[in-house]
């Protein structure tokens, strides 16, 4: 099974920039559909984007449409979300999941086998 592991994340001005990386053990992320989620205090966890393991599709959640990017380097064994022209309600715990199976719902967190320990994304002025 794999265990995804994320970095990336900092504290951050509104208007800047960052990269989070999802990178894999124990198994190739090429067999797993891969989705970014976050979670700020006192809400539920949302989808913000994914990458399909099968046809090589892509979707960003609404809010972040035009600001956040997601891709797999393979090579690398990571899976990154750019996350562009930050602001403060992007401040969240941001975590990778991948699944196994083929997704129904990609932003719906019950759909996904396995969970990184997340990352901390603050903005702030």
């Known amino acids: 099974q794999v265990q995804p592991v994320e970095s990336g994340g900092g504290l951050v001005q509104p208007g800047v920039s960052l990269r989070l990386a999802c990178a894999a053990s124990g198994h190739t992320l090429d067999y797993y559909a891969v989705g970014w989620f976050r979670q700020a205090p006192g809400k539920e966890r949302e989808g913000v984007a994914y990458?399909?393991?099968?046809?090589?599709?892509?979707h960003v959640a609404d809010p972040v449409k035009g600001r956040f990017t997601i891709s797999r380097d393979n090579s690398q064994n990571t899976v990154y979300l750019q996350m562009n022209n930050l602001k403060p309600d992007d401040t969240a715990m941001y975590y990778c999941?991948?699944?196994?199976?083929?997704?129904?719902?990609?932003?719906?967190?019950?759909?996904?086998?396995?969970w990184g320990q997340g990352t901390q994304v603050t903005v702030s002025s």
């Open positions: 999941a991948a699944a196994e199976s083929i997704l129904f719902d990609w932003a719906d967190p019950d759909e996904y086998d396995y």
């Open positions: 990458s399909s393991r099968t046809d090589g599709s892509r």
